[in-house]
């Protein structure tokens, strides 16, 4: 993360894995006027501005995009430009095309990081004034995607082209800037399905 986005020395992430409700790292343009990015650690799963506590009784894992300026948990955090960058090796997806879950790890094919797509959010308490930080994953519909529309488990009751798959949404390095500190035109422009030529995927090993 330090070498590749340049977010500068003795970044705190020390883990390894990261699961939903569990901490992670995500990279956001700098505050306070100051120049540059930062890396911070937050929940996965956003807390909005409204909630009456950090632990939530709803998923704020993922975001769909299509949603985004409606969607009440996000649309705060879209509307002000809180948008962050989600480092990976690899994440995974559930392929069921066996009629049995098989875990499959997607990497990138030139072996360089992930950047994923994602909101932020600085959650304040009011009793104590713990400020927690957190962050959402966007995802696209890829119904029609030849590689993300082969993940997670169909409904046999929907058609091919009305599952609503869905995939992340990756953000090339040289876009990460426009992401985090461009117009909100501009970062919605890169929302986009990548190819799947982009993708190392397969099976996970055990």
């Known amino acids: 993360m330090e070498r590749y986005w340049h977010v500068g020395a003795r970044q705190p992430w020390r883990a390894a894995e990261v699961f939903p409700r569990a901490p992670g790292p995500f990279l956001r343009a700098a505050r306070e006027n100051q120049p540059g990015r930062e890396l911070v650690i937050g929940q996965w799963g956003l807390v909005p501005w409204f909630a009456k506590t950090p632990k939530l009784t709803y998923s704020t894992n993922n975001a769909r995009f299509e949603e985004i300026t409606a969607k009440a948990s996000f649309k705060s955090s879209w509307a002000h430009g809180k948008r962050c960058i989600i480092p990976a090796v690899s994440f995974d997806e559930p392929n069921w095309e066996s009629g049995?879950?098989?875990w499959w790890r997607f990497r990138r094919a030139d072996?360089?990081?992930?950047g994923l797509a994602g909101l932020?959010?600085?959650?304040?308490d009011k009793t104590t004034g713990e400020v927690i930080e957190s962050y959402t994953m966007l995802t696209l519909n890829a119904d029609h995607h030849p590689l993300m529309s082969r993940m997670h488990k169909p409904d046999p009751k929907l058609g091919p082209d009305k599952q609503d798959k869905r995939s992340v949404v990756p953000i090339e390095l040289d876009d990460v800037d426009t992401w985090l500190g461009g117009s909100q035109?501009?970062?919605?422009?890169?929302?986009?399905?990548a190819p799947a030529g982009v993708f190392?995927?397969?099976p996970v090993v055990p």
Do not use: F, Q, S, Y
């Open 100 to 102: 049995k879950n098989i």
């Open 111 to 114: 072996g360089a990081p992930w």
């Open 120 to 124: 932020w959010n600085a959650w304040t």
């Open 185 to 193: 035109e501009a970062a919605a422009a890169l929302v986009m399905l």
């Open 200 to 202: 190392d995927a397969g």
